[in-house]
């Protein structure tokens, strides 16, 4: 089992910058990715970034591109989500997720956090 704790969120003006943490524990060896899903309310869950924890390949969803930055710590199983020039439309619950495949497509994504709500006031 994995568990993943996130940490970080909280209320910032527009064009602000946030850092939300992730630190991974229990069966975290191996080739496995990490990433970032937020869901706003009335609103599905979405894939914000991950990151392959061996090689450290990304991948991010348009909409942050370019203000959003994944990054890992293998020496404390961590990942991070360095989020600058943030708009109102950012804001949403921040799901840390771990999925063991090793692909930064999963089909499904293994194990979640249980998030951490970042605000962005207009």
């Known amino acids: 089992q994995v568990q993943l704790v996130e940490s970080g969120g909280g209320l910032v003006q527009a064009g602000g910058s946030l850092r939300l943490s992730c630190a991974a524990s229990?069966?975290?060896?191996?080739?496995?990715?990490m990433g970032w899903f937020r869901q706003a309310p009335g609103k599905e869950r979405e894939f914000v970034t991950a990151?392959?924890?061996?090689?450290?390949?990304?991948r991010y969803a348009e909409s942050v591109k370019g203000r959003f930055t994944i990054s890992r710590d293998n020496t404390k199983n961590t990942v991070y989500l360095q989020m600058n020039e943030l708009k109102p439309e950012d804001t949403a619950v921040y799901y840390c997720?771990?999925?063991?495949?090793?692909?930064?497509?999963?089909?499904?994504?293994?194990?979640w956090g249980r998030g951490t709500q970042v605000t962005v006031s207009s």
């Open positions: 997720t771990l999925d063991p495949s090793g692909s930064l497509y999963p089909t499904t994504w293994t194990y």
């Open positions: 229990g069966r975290t060896v191996g080739s496995y990715i």
């Open positions: 990151i392959r924890w061996i090689g450290g390949s990304t």
